[in-house]
């Protein structure tokens, strides 16, 4: 089965880096799409980025261009989010999803989250 | 850029048909996909491209999408139901989800 599993959440300062990774099974990784979608506290669903099935396309949204950078290891089955100059407004739970071979498509598969908290 | 807009609340009796609405320009131009959220869960698809049921959502999860409203049906309404739902959109190359509706069944 489909299993997608975040990890590298934590509290970080304004300004700082982290990077999440989420390791993908029970599907061939270089088939299908990857996304981020977060969820800051007590709100909506906010999609973040998208690697394409063969890593050729990457997109984000603007909040997050020149700050955030998405990539994956095939030989690993694991999908990255490096996010740098952190800020509190990034808050949020940060889920990976898996979309179709198309990257414009619907997430039809979604790990447990990892919560990152920014904040001095 | 471009805005999917949804009612914060819908309330349903168990047993009644609950209809959550998804507002967006020209919105029957693109496919709407739709997410079931329950508390300290995960998102889970329950319509895909306008009205395809995905494999184990139950018939009573219906869908459209025309003009510039998609509309998520839930005919006979559970109280496992009750949950925030949310629709969803890509405008280019951007995906755009609503604000989310929050099902009352009462």
């Known amino acids: 089965q489909v299993q997608l599993v975040e990890s590298g959440g934590g509290v970080v300062q304004p300004g700082r880096s982290l990077r999440l990774s989420c390791e993908a099974s029970?599907?061939?990784?270089?088939?299908?799409?990857l996304h981020w979608v977060r969820q800051a506290p007590g709100k909506g669903l906010q999609w973040v980025a998208v690697?394409?099935?063969?890593?050729?396309?990457?997109y984000y949204t603007d909040s997050v261009k020149g700050r955030f950078t998405i990539s994956r290891d095939i030989s690993k089955n694991t999908l990255f989010l490096q996010m740098d100059s952190l800020r509190v407004d990034d808050t949020a739970v940060y889920y990976c999803?898996?979309?179709?071979?198309?990257?414009?498509?619907?997430?039809?598969?979604w790990g447990q989250g990892t919560l990152v908290t920014v904040s001095s | 850029s471009y805005a999917l807009t949804q009612p914060p609340t819908v309330s349903v009796s168990p047993g009644r048909t609950a209809s959550i609405t998804c507002s967006g320009d020209?919105?029957?131009?693109?496919?709407v996909y739709w997410y079931q959220q329950k508390p300290g869960q995960s998102p889970v698809l329950v319509m895909s491209?306008?009205?395809k049921r995905p494999s184990g959502i139950p018939e009573r999860f219906s869908g459209s999408n025309s003009g510039n409203t998609a509309t998520l049906t839930i005919s006979g309404t559970q109280p496992i139901d009750e949950a925030d739902y949310y629709c969803?959109?890509?405008?280019?190359?951007?995906?755009?989800f609503g604000g989310g509706t929050k099902l009352t069944v009462l």
């Open positions: 999803a898996r979309g179709g071979r198309s990257w414009n498509t619907e997430f039809d598969y």
């Open positions: 029970g599907f061939t990784f270089s088939r299908n799409s």
């Open positions: 690697i394409s099935y063969d890593g050729s396309n990457k």
């Open positions: 020209n919105l029957e131009d693109k496919y």
């Open positions: 491209q306008d009205t």
């Open positions: 969803q959109a890509w405008d280019s190359s951007t995906s755009v």
